[in-house]
């Protein structure tokens, strides 16, 4: 048996590290370690809850506004406070927009290195993958004269000795198994992809006045204002589809055509380049549909609301799967949560098997390692993240455990994109639990999100022509209107998984507030029972060809694309105020 | 003009010398910079090797790694391909674990002449620093030995600035910013929540053209950026002076696009380039879209700026009765007198300055070199230090050769 370390885990959000053990081959034992550890909610304590949501939303700026928008709706819950339709329109834009950019991103930044060779790339033969491209899909670039162009921009950084971006861990890996015209096609893609993300976040400059961290939610709306009058007809027709520093009013008939025009030109990617090349993807590596497929529980929140009630069917449905039965769907409820920081570096006095409620979390700091950081404590406390449980049982969360739960409701908007993947590649449902699975998810999903999205713009549209230009419901806005107490929570999806929020509110300050992301789950160490997470349950039995070089275990971690950053909070005890962080540090550095 | 040069690599995306020259002049406008440093900048840029960098992620949400992606002109993959050589940056890098450790070492080795380290995140001193690890080591070890080798350093938002989020009111991680640890390394900051991309983009040229890292304020943020009140620039600015608010989300003055003053906006003490360098390659910014500023540009927004829809005070404090609306129909004096009258009327307002003081003590270290009346000021009388900042005229903007020439060795 050999225990490998990886450490920094790159090509993700935050600081990781992942030790597994390999035995005969393959992944014996697994653990996930998060390393970085921040504290927000102690700096949200006792401020203005109408305005938390600004540094909710720090909690991650590669999922951002995700937090923003988790942040304002559990205030609006606790105050009791139902936002307009316009404003729900346009949240589900930014949230939508968020999902679908960072599905493509992921994959083309964090993820494709794992499976393509960029070295390869080098070798391809420009006419021959031109030819591959447009066998794949109709799209403009796949020309010899344009790959061979992107060969010229590689070659300097991919043959230099220490190359940096775009290039693979441990090139020349005997699991590289796509060809160079295939490597080069995709990497050609990844390129593309850069220009085309920073396009589509422009919805977010022009929705949110900023990107990352847009800043135009509110409590009870949205501040973004429709122009005096409602949105008068655009003066000339076409689309202004160069967005610059004479970009309309978003919610003008010119700003919705833009809009309009950025979602479409987010689409036709998703469709035309990102599902056909995991189409590729797939049919190249076979066996990782087989392989890392974790303990079969899925939790999903549900977001992006459909109507205006308080409890409104969502596009992306709620639910949860046990053990892989997805014949069987459960509810998903927030009050089902509760966290073991049983291996995780805080104190806990009801004992090692307490499994705390979000509403009365507490967070001790026991950092009781030695530094530098060696071997990890297996038995003991190992990571800054701690261990959420539903019922007492780990979950996965993410797209993966989206796509299942919609799947298994039957909800065409999911099953419909989804048939099709799998028709294409040959495989059947149980091919999803895996590694490519998680990959695929993510495809399917930003193809049924894009296509919601652009039908939204066209409700906003319509909305705001009947007259109806309210943004924002102020009637709770005075705190002077707030009750004594009043608790709140609210649960949505981000690109990553299930984020929920917890909030109390006294005294018109916010007296505790509470985070358990997606990523906070799917990171999650050990519980008190010795129940590993899903990333530590997936990378059991993965085959590993090369303990030096364990390529195999980054493609099982990156399929998760988790965020260590989002993972890590704190808690603060109730009405105890900022509270005093104890350090037991068996050695400090300094 | 080299092979490898980011002339030749804008060339080879197939940028025209026409399109180039423009290009150049739109970076001479983004620096501040008159327009007939157009041409300087386009000679020096055909000159330009790649610049190495190192990118380093502390205590951070990644919003800045995410305003890279953002980087319209040149390109983000032009600058990670051809301008930049980023050997080593976590979010980006192939390699992995051992790995890339090894790429990190061996990247501080390689390059004689040095590279530009640029940090985002915050250090977290609490726990001996157990609370941000890299490699099993402390972010701020890791951070120490990189800043040291650097030829400067880069402060990429608010975090690495002063500490940013979890370094506010409330936290428990001794979060500071980066100058607590990067020793003689030259620290040019780009704060904001998260820095503004064109900024980033306009610094990287500036310093592929000019071989040093632009002027600063006390501060250490470069003047093109933070070197004029978002107040003085912004396109709801008439209707200040005009007397025309809105006073509620969503109301007329909203809906009419009037100044936002009233709903807490902090544009009129904050230094910053947002109403010129907008987001999202020019489709709009903060104000423009609806929602006051938050003050993110400034040192400890967090909390120097909170609550952020309580109205800033009084601009006028020895005028205490005079109102905002008349400051607005009175402020025939000009651009120039009202903002420093808002400064003023920042460093009046006692509230936040004991918070503040741990943040002078920071810059002062930082500001290490420059003239006694500055680092007095910094120390000591906290107000003025405030002042200064807040205005942005650069008390003195240090010429001390370790902080300013970086030249001749890029």
């Known amino acids: ?590 | 003009m080299g092979e490898d040069g980011l002339y030749a690599a804008l060339v080879a995306r197939g940028m025209s010398r026409r399109t180039f020259l423009q290009f150049s002049s739109a970076m001479a406008a983004a620096l501040a910079m008159p327009l007939a440093y157009g041409p300087r900048i386009a000679a020096a840029v055909e000159a330009a090797p790649r610049i190495p960098v190192i990118w380093l992620r502390g205590q951070a949400c990644g919003g800045n790694s995410e305003a890279l992606l953002r980087v319209g002109n040149p390109t983000t993959a032009n600058l990670l391909l051809q301008v930049l050589a980023v050997d080593y940056d976590e979010s980006l890098m192939g390699a992995a674990g051992a790995d890339a450790e090894l790429v990190r070492t061996s990247a501080m080795e390689r390059y004689p002449n040095g590279y530009l380290a640029v940090i985002e995140g915050a250090v977290p001193k609490a726990a001996g620093g157990a609370m941000c690890l890299i490699g099993g080591r402390p972010f701020a070890d890791v951070a120490r030995e990189v800043c040291d080798g650097a030829i400067a350093t880069i402060a990429l938002g608010s975090c690495a600035f002063d500490g940013g989020a979890p370094g506010a009111n409330g936290g428990t991680t001794e979060a500071e910013g980066i100058r607590s640890v990067s020793g003689n390394s030259p620290v040019i900051a780009l704060p904001g929540c998260p820095a503004n991309a064109e900024n980033l983009a306009a610094l990287i040229v500036h310093y592929a053209t000019f071989k040093e890292l632009p002027p600063t304020d006390l501060a250490g943020r470069p003047l093109f950026g933070y070197g004029e009140l978002i107040h003085n620039k912004c396109e709801r600015r008439p209707h200040f002076e005009f007397g025309e608010f809105a006073l509620s989300w969503g109301d007329e003055g909203a809906q009419k696009g009037w100044c936002l003053y009233k709903l807490g906006c902090k544009g009129p003490e904050t230094m910053g380039n947002c109403p010129t360098a907008r987001y999202g390659g020019g489709v709009s910014w903060n104000i423009r879209a609806g929602h006051g500023c938050i003050g993110c540009f400034m040192p400890n927004f967090w909390d120097g700026y909170a609550p952020a829809y309580r109205r800033l005070g009084s601009p006028v404090p020895f005028m205490p009765t005079l109102t905002v609306d008349q400051v607005g129909l009175l402020a025939v004096g000009g651009i120039a007198g009202v903002a420093v009258a808002h400064g003023t009327g920042m460093a009046s307002r006692s509230k936040y300055r004991a918070r503040k003081a741990r943040r002078a003590v920071q810059l002062a270290a930082a500001a290490d070199g420059t003239p006694a009346g500055s680092v007095a000021a910094a120390e000591g009388d906290t107000a003025a230090g405030d002042v200064a900042l807040a205005v942005g005229i650069p008390l003195a903007i240090p010429d001390d050769a370790d902080t300013r020439e970086t030249s001749g060795e890029g």
């Open chain 1, 1 to 590: 048996m050999t225990r490998l370390s990886i450490d920094p885990v790159t090509r993700l959000n935050g600081q990781l590290r992942v030790d597994v053990d390999v035995t005969a081959g393959a992944v014996s034992d697994a653990w996930s370690a998060g390393t970085m550890f921040r504290g927000l909610e102690n700096v949200i304590h006792g401020r203005d809850p109408r305005e938390v949501w600004l540094l909710a939303s720090r909690i991650c700026g590669t999922c951002s506004s995700v937090h923003a928008l988790a942040s304002v709706r559990a205030v609006e819950r606790a105050l009791n406070v139902r936002i307009p339709t316009n404003a729900r329109i346009l949240r589900n834009l930014l949230a939508s927009t968020q999902l679908v950019r960072d599905h493509v991103l992921t994959f083309y930044q964090a993820q494709l290195p794992d499976w393509v060779d960029a070295s390869a790339s080098l070798r391809a033969d420009p006419v021959a993958t031109a030819t591959l491209g447009r066998s794949m899909a109709d799209w403009p670039s796949s020309t010899a004269d344009s790959l061979r162009a992107v060969q010229a921009r590689l070659a300097p950084v991919l043959e230099s000795d220490q190359p940096g971006p775009f290039s693979s861990p441990w090139s020349g890996h005997p699991g590289f198994a796509l060809s160079p015209e295939q490597s080069l096609l995709l990497l050609a893609h990844a390129l593309e992809a850069l220009d085309w993300q920073r396009d589509v976040m422009r919805i977010h400059a022009l929705l949110g006045g900023k990107d990352p961290h847009p800043q135009t939610y509110l409590v009870g709306g949205m501040a973004l204002a429709p122009p005096w009058g409602g949105p008068a007809p655009s003066q000339q027709r076409g689309h202004p589809d160069v967005p610059d520093r004479n970009a309309p009013h978003p919610l003008s008939d010119a700003g919705l055509t833009m809009l309009d025009d950025l979602i479409g030109r987010a689409g036709a990617f998703v469709n035309r380049v990102f599902l056909p090349d995991m189409r590729l993807l797939v049919a190249a590596y076979p066996d990782w549909t087989q392989i890392g497929g974790g303990s079969g529980n899925y939790l999903s929140w549900g977001d992006l609301a459909e109507t205006d009630e308080r409890e409104p069917p969502l596009y992306l449905p709620a639910g949860r799967l046990v053990n892989g039965n997805l014949a069987s769907i459960k509810a998903a409820d927030q009050d089902g949560v509760g966290e073991s920081v049983a291996h995780a570096w805080y104190a806990e006095d009801r004992g090692p098997a307490a499994l705390r409620a979000p509403v009365d979390g507490i967070t001790d700091a026991a950092f009781d390692a030695v530094l530098p950081l060696g071997a990890l404590d297996t038995e003991g406390r190992y990571s800054w993240v701690k261990a959420p449980r539903y019922d007492g049982e780990p979950m996965e969360t993410g797209p993966l455990a989206r796509v299942l739960v919609a799947y298994a409701q039957g909800r065409d908007a999911i099953t419909s994109p989804l048939g099709a993947l799998l028709t294409a590649t040959g495989l059947g449902a149980e091919a999803m639990p895996s590694v490519l699975g998680r990959l695929m998810a993510r495809a399917v999903e930003a193809a049924a999100i894009a296509k919601r999205a652009d039908s939204w713009v066209w409700e906003l549209r319509t909305n705001l022509a009947t007259g109806d230009v309210a943004v924002v419901d102020l009637s709770t806005w005075d705190p002077g209107s707030w009750p004594d107490e009043a608790d709140g929570w609210s649960t949505g999806e981000g690109p990553r998984g299930a984020v929920a929020h917890w909030v109390s509110i006294r005294d018109k300050a916010i007296d505790h507030y509470q985070v358990v992301d997606g990523s906070t789950w799917n990171l999650s160490p050990r519980d008190t029972f010795g129940r590993r997470g899903p990333i530590e349950d997936a990378l059991l039995r993965t085959p590993v060809a090369d303990p030096t070089r364990p390529l195999e275990v980054l493609r099982v971690v990156h399929s998760f694309n988790p965020c260590p950053a989002c993972a890590v909070h704190a808690f603060d005890p109730r009405g105890a105020g900022p509270f005093d962080i104890r350090i037991h540090a068996t050695e400090a550095s300094r």
